[in-house]
């Protein structure tokens, strides 16, 4: 479920991970099809991750990445982290947990072992409020979503070629 | 881990790591007596046989897919073949060859990930392949490569890598082109030969000097290694059709597992899994893949647990060149499946997950909605094998320190590649009113 963008030094690869199904977990699935709905040129969005393995050999060679991820660390619902893993360690204490094989945390050391971490790594992490059963992020991450989404169209813009404004 | 004194010692792990699901373990020691042992698994029970009730057949191969992550196409081809049994049809000819394929693309993403990620540390006293890529990079690179090629193949045939979504009872919702099984080729070229060195590598690790007298259990096929069909078969005499697999094994509830022990009735606990199968079917292997165990020092019997990660290298092999078979003498298929009707009936299905056999069963009714469901998986059936391999284990080597003990029992129960989320399907619930 990748967008057929051609990978070159400009592109940005998002990467949206998480569990749709246990409602805030989802928001980075969230935002990676809402921006896969842009169609942005240069944008490269993936949302179905299904290991830290899958997304190490995602990253592995491209240039600029930044992942979503829901972060369960007991603050406030609706917190927002931002880390740049190029120039500082990811702290384990907010990707420790998964759905998945692999925590966010380890893929980063694992990819940092194998030297194929990209240039420049940014993972955005989103305290999520409500982990249960269902599809719908909770009205209050809903909003923070809408607010991160915005500050990665504002970190990509830099890439981002002019958009067609005909419609 | 704590120790109480010197003479009563308890080795416990609360949470096992390098294993799928959540489970535990627990042995504890008197004096020179091991006086309890307890693979306990308490991830919650699942419910996927009551789910299964009141769905139509079709469904059967999607959803028990959803089991588990790493070895969803033996769901789906332990079910079908259940529900092919019961309409009264044979998947055959290139239908079944892509049905093998797929299977090995799934022993080679499974077999991968559990020699370079969760045993080998265990064998190089790291506690995980963090510490193994901090060392030695290309090694986890190349198990990282081996286990990404198998996904691929498991996405070319099965539409996706994890729960593929191609599968369907009768044989595949649309068959892939040569030209789209033939790209892939020299990866698994490349993974032979990964696989190879994958078994030299293994056989130089040190191992317990442990061998047990086990019962091994696994399909047979008079002309194939097993994977997808057979009869069930062991070394204490058992030659049976799958069919009669509940006549000859009990599942039995035990009070700290959430997962159903099985029995082999009269014989009790036995072995399923890569050791089972290479015991069993020796001879069916390939020419490279006989060579790379001898070459490895492994005869054709192993009774050392331990050295399953060879065993299981030696399987790698084997898939690798199975697949590369089957890819270049294939012939896309005129219709991706055979046309079904449904009718009542009973019937089973077994096929060898890449940790062992794993067996369904399925009543019907006339319409082709699910009455009943039995589900089977390996790791249920190790459960006893397990705790007395840990058992033993302790036994034999009571006066190794309470560290090195725990870390060998550990390395004991990653022998059998346990998924403790397929095992959790069942919960005894017994409910008393007055």
């Known amino acids: 479920m990748e967008n057929n963008h051609i990978n070159d030094d400009s592109t940005i690869c998002v990467v949206g991970i998480g569990n749709e199904y246990r409602r805030d977990d989802g928001i980075g699935i969230h935002i990676a099809r809402k921006l896969k709905k842009l169609n942005l040129p240069n944008l490269q969005v993936t949302e179905n991750i299904k290991d830290a393995i899958e997304l190490i050999e995602l990253w592995k060679n491209k240039k600029h990445v930044i992942v979503i991820d829901a972060v369960s660390s007991e603050s406030d619902p609706g917190m927002i982290y931002r880390f740049d893993v190029s120039k500082k360690q990811l702290p384990a204490k907010y990707f420790r947990h998964s759905t998945h094989n692999f925590s966010v945390a380890e893929a980063v050391e694992l990819s940092k072992k194998l030297t194929n971490l990209p240039a420049r790594l940014i993972i955005y992490g989103v305290e999520g409020k409500d982990f249960s059963e269902g599809v719908d992020l909770s009205d209050e991450i809903q909003k923070v979503a809408e607010y991160v989404l915005d500050l990665i169209l504002q970190e990509a813009k830099p890439s981002l070629q002019p958009l067609n404004h005909s419609n | ?434």
Request: proline share 5%; net charge neutral; charged share 25%.
């Open chain 2, 1 to 434: 881990m704590n120790s109480k004194s010197q003479k009563n010692k308890v080795l416990k792990v609360d949470y096992l790591a390098r294993v799928e699901g959540e489970g535990g373990m627990l042995v504890k020691i008197k004096g020179n007596q091991v006086t309890d042992v307890k693979f306990k698994i308490f991830e919650p029970p699942r419910f996927f046989e009551a789910f299964m009730r009141g769905r139509d057949y079709s469904e059967a191969p999607d959803i028990t897919a959803r089991i588990c992550g790493i070895c969803p196409v033996a769901y789906q081809t332990s079910s079908a073949q259940a529900m092919e049994n019961i309409l009264g049809v044979r998947v055959d000819g290139q239908l079944r060859a892509l049905r093998r394929l797929l299977y090995c693309g799934e022993w080679i993403e499974s077999h991968g990930l559990h020699v370079y990620m969760l045993h080998a540390p265990d064998f190089l006293g790291y506690e995980d392949a963090l510490q193994i890529a901090e060392k030695n990079p290309a090694i986890v690179k190349r198990g990282l490569e081996l286990k990404k090629i198998g996904n691929e193949l498991m996405k070319i045939v099965g539409g996706r890598e994890v729960h593929p979504i191609n599968f369907k009872v009768g044989g595949f919702h649309r068959t892939p082109k040569e030209d789209e099984l033939k790209q892939i080729l020299p990866k698994l070229k490349w993974a032979l030969e990964a696989s190879i060195e994958t078994v030299q590598w293994t056989s130089t690790f040190k191992f317990p000097d442990f061998e047990q007298d086990y019962e091994f259990v696994s399909l047979s096929h008079p002309d194939e290694y097993p994977i997808t069909e057979g009869n069930l078969i062991s070394n204490k005499g058992l030659n049976i059709k799958v069919e009669e697999f509940e006549q000859h094994f009990t599942e039995e509830h035990v009070e700290h597992a959430n997962a159903l022990h099985c029995i082999h009735n009269g014989f009790g606990p036995y072995y399923v899994g890569p050791l089972a199968r290479y015991n069993l079917n020796f001879e069916k292997l390939t020419t490279k893949a006989k060579k790379a165990a001898k070459q490895a020092g492994l005869g054709s019997k192993c009774f050392n647990p331990f050295k399953s990660i060879i065993v299981r290298s030696v399987e790698l092999v084997y898939a690798c060149e199975e697949a590369i078979r089957i890819i270049e003498s294939y012939k896309r298929p005129e219709e991706p499946f055979l046309k079904l009707e449904p009718k009542a009936g009973k019937g089973s299905g077994c096929s060898e997950a890449p940790r062992g056999m794993l067996y369904h069963r399925y009543n019907l009714a006339q319409d082709g909605t699910i009455l009943d469901a039995k589900i089977v998986p390996p790791t249920s059936q190790n459960q006893k094998t397990i705790e007395r391999d840990l058992l033993n284990f302790v036994r034999k080597n009571i006066n190794l320190s309470q560290e090195k003990l725990t870390w060998q029992c550990e390395q004991a129960i990653r022998n059998y590649d346990p998924c403790i989320s397929c095992a959790t399907h069942f919960l005894k619930l017994e409910i008393e009113r007055e």
